[in-house]
């Protein structure tokens, strides 16, 4: 868990602000991994749910590029 938490606060770090580098992180599946942590760690480390979350959150924020997620439409257009 403590790997996932570092990881996903460092692309955190990396996103916050910076549009190359969100687009950077999206392409090489940075989005997938922050997910696959929170899956595996996100449950039970709250550090780990803390920093993955924000990550998402800059990734996302103001960049339809990076919402690139697997099923991403289809997961958004089941909570209507």
Do not use: M
């Amino acid at each position: 868990a403590e790997v996932a938490e570092q990881g996903c606060g460092a692309l955190w770090s990396l996103a916050a602000g910076n549009a190359g580098n969100k687009k950077a992180i999206a392409s090489a599946g940075g989005v997938e991994a922050v997910l696959s942590a929170l899956r595996a760690h996100g449950g039970a480390h709250a550090e780990v749910a803390k920093q993955g979350c924000a990550a998402l959150f800059y990734l996302a924020a103001n960049n339809a590029d990076t919402r690139s997620a697997p099923n991403w439409r289809r997961r958004k257009s089941r909570r209507r």
